[in-house]
Structure formats: structure tokens, C-alpha cells
């Protein structure tokens, strides 16, 4: 047969051939938001409001293969065939090979309640409420399963979250110089019962026909922390502040084949993480800072108790796993050095406990990859990050750009000591974007450039080949945005990411961040660790399924 085309697999191995592709999978993104202000009075104001989101991936229900007899007609692959010839070897190819883990669904509704009272004489108080409800479905074939027949299942994970943080700030001892910052918070996660059905047929959820699996969890983290700001001199400024969180957890799981039913005894861990930070302001328009501190990240209820599942790998939850811990430093500046021009770099350095990581256990009976989430590792990370932002030649154009460059290192691994010494999963080494902003009257909008490095997702780094099936590629994207302020309470806009139809192979995944967070004072530092991800609304460290951005801390 002739138009298999040979390839290698990502990490350079031969890996037979490319016979075909699973069609084109149409995604729709729906956004809506509504957000309220009111003043009560000139020094009490109140916001809220909410936010849906609805993102949905299909099939068009169909596939390409690009098997053809030696006279060129197409090969009908069917439920399967155990004949094909390929270069004189002979192949069994199925349907199944072909089959989507779709159509997928993820739902988000987001409500939200801000209050600010200033008491007067720097007494401050904020109040901040959030809760949100997540639903995700997606449905996969069965081993047997082709286009147009075949069992699979359904998988359905809804949960929520609530969080509430309380803070007040106020002179201490003495006045216009010594501020203390002391807060409480809460965070409540529930994993309502990520579900999974046997369908009798695969592309139809509404054909389910037993349970198969279920799966329940729920954590909550009670925090309460203070932070004391002096300013020593009218130009220097140091903050130092403790947070201790408690941490609580319980779940369960339940497996019909193979009979497993199991309830998690309530698992807890608790947690003090001081910081300290000094900011020198030598002259106007310049600024030099370092920080230290600790940071704790608790498992997320789909580590401790959820599964995922794609079409090679099955990740199995742990519900033992204990907290990543993080100890943390910093230094830095920022300059003005003439009008319109802004430069600030940093270094940094990470140095990561209890790292959650998949361990491979094996493979099971439809061939999938194995793995389990263990606290197996040590790692460190340092970088460097630079931005700017420059004034061109109206004032109503600037530039702005940013690079980052981060090293990471896996130090410890109990799990698979052949990773020691290699970097760290999903963190790209270089990230640089560069664009331009415009506001001119009642216009806004602009134009990114953004370049992301080659990321690996195997624990040796030997996934290094780029453009082939299971490689995940090095991309420049150009995304642009252009609005315009109709009202006062009306904002237009449009916008168009990847401008250049870009294709490259990447594997979705999760983003993560850890961080260490006090209050919304007006300090000018906090200590936050991002691991591909950006900043967060809530008040509580945590993980966040948020998109791409480097390690490193911030001075705020």
C-alpha cells in the first residue's frame, strides 16, 4: 500500500506509520459577564456580579485515512482489518485508532462580591465573597468501537468552589510610617461526584446504561495571616508577615469492574509561611527590592480522588498526597530612566518540596499507560524575567515587552531516580512576547506577538522532536484586540487570536500556581510563585487551570 507515511515518534524512535487523522474537531467558546458598582456612601463601595463561560469541541464525524491500494483506491478500514500490507509488513488497523474523546463540554458560572470601607485615619477594611460552579462531559469509545457503532463511556465531573477573605488595615504604634495588614480566609472545594457511565453507544450521552465508576471529594483551607509594613526611611520600606493555613480533606471512590469501594478518612495538614521583603527607592523613578519566603500548595481534590483518561494514558488519583511546600527568593529593580520608558528585570530562585508527579505503574488490558500522582520529588528552579514598556512616539502608542527565562531542575525523585538531573514537566525554558498598545479616545486595542519554547512532558526530556504525532512544538502566535467605548457602561470589542493560522503540536494541559497571599493591602510586595499560570482573584494558595506564564516570584 503507498501513502502510509513513515515517521518517527517525538522522541526519535521509529513509530511505524502516520495512516491518517481524526478529522477537524470545531470548537466554540461562549462568554457573558455583568458587573455592578455602587457607592453607599464616599467611603463605602460595593461591587459583584457574575461571569459564564461555555467552551464545547465536537467531531464532524469523520476521519481521513490515507491507506490506498497500489491501483490508488481507499482502503475501507471498517470495525478493522488484520490484512494490511504496508512495505511488506503486514498490520491490523481499526476505526478505533481514529476515534475522538468527544464531544467534550465545559461549563462555568462565577458569581462574586467585593466590598471597600476606609474607616479614615489609614483604617482600611475590604471584603471579598466568590463562589463558582464547574461542569466538564466528555464521552470516549470503547475498545471495539468504530464512526457509526460501538459502546464507550461518559464522564461527567461537576464541583464548586467558595471563597471568603476578610482584611484590615491599619497604623500600628507608629503613625504614617508602621502599617499592619491582619486577614482571614477561606476556601471550600468540592468535587460533587465526578462520574463515570457505560454508554451503549459511544457518541450518544444520552445512552447511558450502568455506572461505572464515582468519585467524591472534598477539601477546605482556613488561613489567617498578618503582615507589619514599616517604612524605616522615607525611602526604604520592609514588610514582613507570617499565613497559616489548615488544611482539611475526605473522599471516596467507587469502582463497579473492577469491584473497588473505598472511604478516605478525613486527612489534614496545617502550616505556617513567613515572608520578608525590603524595597529601596534611591531616587525618584527607580526601585530596588529582594524577598524570601514559603509557600504551600495542597492537592487538588482531582489529584486526591479524580481520574483523567485520554486515548494512552489512564492518570490515577492518590489520596494520600500530602502538600507541595516551596522556600523562595527574589531581587530585582525597576527604572524610569526618561519619560515614557519603564524597565524592570528580576531574578529568582525556587526551591520546591513534595513535588506531585506521575509516576508510570504499567499498562492495562486496552494497552493505556498507567500513572499515579505521588509527593515523589525535589526540584529547583531559577530565572530571569525582563519587561518594558516604552513610549513611542505619540503618547497615545506604547510598546510593551516581556522575556523570561527559566532553568529547572528535578533534585530528588523517589519515584523514578532516572529523572534527577533532568528539568521539570510543562515548564518551557524561554517565553518572550512583544506588542502595541493603543488608546486614543474612545478606542483601545493592540497587536502580541507571543513565543513560547518547546515544553517537555516526558520525565527523561527525551520528547525533543518537534512535528510529529505526540510532540509538543515551540509556536509564535500573534493575537490582536480592538474596542471601543460606546458608553459610559458599554464597551464594544473584537478580537482575533493566532492571526497568522499558526499550526503546532501541543497537548492541552493544566496550569498551576502557588502562591503566598495576604490581603489587598497596598504593600508593594508579595510573594507569588507562578508554574504556568497567572494571577488569581482568590485569597487561597492553590493550583489554577489558568494559561501560560513562567515560575517566578513577583514584587507587586
Known amino acids: 500500500m503507498r501513502r502510509a507515511i513513515p515517521t518517527t515518534n517525538n522522541t526519535g524512535q521509529t513509530q511505524q506509520y502516520i495512516i491518517g487523522d481524526k478529522g477537524r474537531r470545531p470548537w466554540e467558546q461562549n462568554n457573558a459577564s ?4 455602587y457607592d453607599l456612601s464616599p467611603n463605602t463601595q460595593i461591587d459583584g456580579g457574575m461571569g459564564w463561560s461555555r467552551g464545547e469541541t465536537n467531531d464532524n464525524g469523520a476521519y481521513n485515512s490515507y491507506l490506498t491500494r497500489l491501483d490508488g483506491t481507499p482502503v475501507a478500514i471498517g470495525s478493522g482489518s488484520s490484512n494490511l500490507n504496508i512495505d511488506g509488513r503486514r498490520y491490523s488497523v481499526s476505526e478505533n485508532a481514529f476515534m475522538h474523546f468527544l464531544p467534550a463540554i465545559e461549563d462555568t458560572r462565577r458569581y462574586f462580591a467585593h466590598m471597600k470601607h476606609d474607616f479614615g485615619g489609614d483604617i482600611k477594611l ?5 463562589y463558582m460552579q464547574t461542569e466538564t462531559s466528555s464521552t470516549s469509545p470503547g475498545a471495539t468501537a468504530t464512526l457509526n457503532g460501538g459502546t464507550g463511556t461518559l464522564t461527567q465531573t461537576p464541583s464548586n468552589r467558595i471563597d471568603g477573605n476578610v482584611s484590615l488595615r491599619f497604623p500600628f504604634l507608629w503613625d504614617e510610617r508602621n502599617f499592619v495588614t491582619v486577614g482571614f480566609g477561606s476556601s471550600q472545594t468540592t468535587l460533587e461526584g465526578q462520574s463515570r457511565y457505560n454508554l451503549g453507544y459511544w457518541r450518544n450521552s444520552d445512552s447511558t446504561s450502568s455506572l461505572a465508576a464515582l468519585s467524591k471529594g472534598e477539601s477546605s483551607i482556613y488561613s489567617a495571616y498578618i503582615q507589619d509594613e514599616l517604612w524605616i526611611m522615607k525611602n526604604l520600606i520592609a514588610h514582613l508577615g507570617v499565613r ?14 473492577p469491584a473497588f469501594n473505598k472511604t478516605y478518612t478525613e486527612h489534614s495538614v496545617n502550616q505556617f509561611n ?9 531616587v525618584d523613578g527607580y526601585k530596588l527590592f529582594a524577598s524570601t519566603g514559603w509557600a504551600f500548595r495542597p492537592p487538588t481534590n482531582f489529584e486526591l480522588y479524580g481520574s483523567s483518561i ?3 494514558t489512564l492518570t490515577e488519583p492518590n489520596a494520600n498526597l500530602n502538600p507541595e511546600t516551596m522556600y523562595s527568593w527574589e531581587v530585582g529593580g525597576e527604572a524610569n530612566p526618561v519619560k ?3 524597565i524592570a528585570a528580576s531574578y529568582f530562585h525556587h526551591y520546591i518540596s513534595d513535588l506531585i508527579y506521575n509516576k508510570t505503574i504499567g499498562t492495562n488490558a486496552n494497552n493505556q499507560t498507567l500513572s499515579e500522582k505521588q509527593n515523589a520529588g525535589e526540584a529547583e528552579v531559577e530565572g530571569v524575567e525582563v519587561k518594558v514598556r516604552q513610549q513611542l512616539y505619540w503618547d497615545w502608542l506604547h510598546f510593551n515587552g516581556t522575556y523570561t527565562l527559566n532553568d529547572s531542575i528535578i533534585t530528588k525523585n523517589s519515584a523514578n531516580a532516572a529523572i534527577v538531573g533532568k528539568q521539570m514537566q510543562q515548564l518551557p525554558q524561554t517565553m518572550f512576547s512583544g506588542g502595541l498598545d493603543v488608546k486614543y479616545d474612545k478606542w483601545a486595542g493592540g497587536i502580541i506577538g507571543r513565543y513560547v519554547s518547546q515544553p517537555s512532558f516526558n520525565d527523561l526530556n527525551s520528547d525533543s522532536f518537534t512535528g510529529r504525532a505526540g510532540s ?3 509556536y509564535f502566535l500573534l493575537d490582536t484586540r480592538i474596542a471601543y467605548q460606546a458608553t459610559k457602561n458599554i464597551d464594544l470589542s473584537f478580537s482575533v487570536n493566532n492571526l497568522l493560522d499558526r499550526e503546532y503540536q501541543e497537548r492541552q494541559h493544566f496550569s498551576v500556581k502557588l502562591k503566598w497571599v495576604p490581603s489587598d493591602f497596598s504593600a508593594k510586595n508579595l510573594l507569588a510563585v507562578y508554574a504556568f499560570g497567572g494571577p488569581d482573584s482568590s485569597a487561597s494558595p492553590r493550583f489554577d487551570p489558568t494559561g501560560g506564564r513562567n515560575i517566578g516570584s513577583r514584587m507587586t
Open 274 to 282: 513567613p515572608k520578608f521583603s525590603l524595597t529601596w527607592l534611591p
Open 34 to 37: 455583568l458587573h455592578l458598582y
Open 310 to 312: 485520554t486515548s494512552s
Open 126 to 130: 475590604n471584603v471579598d465573597f466568590q
Open 244 to 257: 497559616y493555613d489548615d488544611w482539611t480533606t475526605s473522599g471516596s471512590n467507587l469502582n463497579v469492574s
Open 472 to 474: 509538543y512544538d515551540p
Open 340 to 342: 515614557g520608558t519603564t
